[in-house]
């Protein structure tokens, strides 16, 4: 059985569901701005922005985690090599954004919404920016 192999599209999925969130949840926030607290717009967008992080982000988070650490432990030698040391640095930023992004959704869940759309539309480009570093520090391995 092709362990590695299995661990790596696991990773690579779980990855894209992540991402996913990442990129959409801030989405949300600025078009949630736009909406007159306690109407029924926000408390739609209270339930997707809720369902969209509990139910695809965190365990997509979590299980990117798992799946990358059991590549790690598959490759040993790796933990030698800059570029994976940059990646899981990138990756602790990454889970940084998502952690604000949880934050900023308990916020609107209690109408304390302080930051503007324009605010959100700046931070939606924070993961984009660190994929794609992530994604060259993965495929051409500088360091």
């Not at 570029?83 to 604000?100: E, F, S």
Request: aromatic share 12%; hydrophobic share 55%; charged share 15%.
């Amino acid at each position: 059985m092709d362990w590695y192999g299995i661990v790596k599209a696991l990773h690579v999925i779980s990855v894209i569901a992540w991402m996913a969130g990442l990129l959409y949840l801030p989405r949300l926030y600025v078009y949630h701005c736009g909406v007159a607290a306690g109407s029924e717009t926000s408390e739609t967008f209270k339930i997707m922005e809720r369902r969209l992080l509990r139910a695809i982000m965190n365990p997509a988070m979590i299980a990117t985690w798992l799946f990358g650490l059991g590549l790690i432990a598959l490759n040993p030698g790796w933990m030698e090599q800059g570029w994976l040391h940059a990646k899981l640095l990138l990756v602790v930023g990454m889970t940084v954004a998502h952690m604000a992004m949880a934050r900023w959704r308990r916020a609107f869940a209690e109408d304390r919404n302080t930051h503007s759309h324009k605010y959100f539309r700046i931070m939606n480009e924070v993961p984009t920016l660190l994929l794609i570093v992530v994604v060259f520090l993965v495929i051409l391995k500088p360091f």
